[in-house]
């Protein structure tokens, strides 16, 4: 298979949508066509199910949805990783979710910098579950992810903290003053619906909700009395007069792990992860 086929039917297995496809990849839809057929010929597989209506995965498909993203990343990060490394000036690239992990983060990048040779760190804050992407893709060396939301299949990884989850309310709300609560104190409030978050592959779930991007957004929605939402503990030193927290007995616990590609070879790398571990 060649990568330029594979991009062509990531891009039509992500918009089930050949018009949309070919829009998105910047050429004209017979040749995008042509190609996936060829594709399939050359497989002799089915992996795309069409009718004048729809078009649908099979699951050879799905397989191929799959493995085809990680081997166009492998590429990406091939590309991005070795043009870096001719670079002047050596950095370590480190992403993370915007608004989580700030005081680990602001304390981890103190020790390091105390490190004889330390390099300079570029902290990148991105949105909800993309920095896992950039960590697969290139566009970063190391990341700060979240466990049980992002996934660290492939990725090697140090455990940096466990901690439990808070409800986050408006100050002043009948709940704030309970003692501790539990998930369905929550699900019952139809004047506070709990958030939808984008999903993986695109778009949001369904549910009554508002639909967020960002934990500034969220917590601004809470205030202003909108919604209510699950968080890490750690959250707390983040919210101001307008929010109060009360914890959440069966919250699943979040787990902060710090990861990077598991064929790194990064001495640079290798030093942060160790001050991230003794911390």
């Not at 995008?32 to 099979?58: C, D, F, K, P, W």
């Not at 085809?68 to 670079?87: E, K, Y």
Request: aromatic share 4%.
């Amino acid at each position: 298979m060649e990568t330029r086929e594979l991009r062509y039917f990531v891009a039509v297995a992500e918009e089930l949508h050949f018009g949309r496809a070919a829009e998105r990849l910047g050429i004209a839809q017979p040749p995008l066509s042509r190609a996936i057929q060829q594709l399939e010929r050359r497989l002799g597989v089915t992996l795309l199910e069409r009718n004048h209506r729809s078009v649908e995965l099979t699951e050879a498909g799905a397989v191929l949805l799959r493995e085809g993203r990680a081997a166009l990343d492998a590429v990406a990060a091939a590309d991005r990783r070795t043009r870096r490394a001719a670079a002047p000036r050596p950095s370590l690239i480190l992403v993370t979710k915007a608004g989580a992990s700030g005081e680990l983060l602001s304390k981890l990048l103190d020790a390091y910098a105390a490190e004889p040779g330390a390099i300079t760190v570029d902290v990148e804050l991105c949105g909800i579950g993309e920095q896992e992407r950039r960590l697969r893709d290139g566009r970063a060396d190391v990341a700060l992810l979240h466990l049980p939301f992002d996934s660290i299949s492939g990725l090697d990884t140090e455990v940096l903290r466990t901690e439990g989850q808070v409800a986050v309310l408006p100050a002043g709300h009948p709940l704030s003053t309970r003692p501790h609560l539990r998930m369905a104190d929550l699900a019952d409030l139809p004047d506070l619906p709990l958030p939808r978050w984008p999903k993986p592959n695109g778009g949001y779930p369904d549910g009554p909700g508002p639909k967020v991007h960002d934990h500034t957004q969220l917590l601004q929605l809470i205030a202003l009395g909108r919604a209510a939402a699950v968080l890490p503990e750690s959250c707390r030193p983040l919210l101001d007069r307008s929010l109060t927290t009360v914890p959440v007995l069966d919250a699943p616990q979040v787990t902060t792990v710090i990861a990077w590609p598991s064929h790194s070879r990064s001495r640079a790398l290798a030093a942060f992860v160790e001050t991230a571990t003794r911390l």
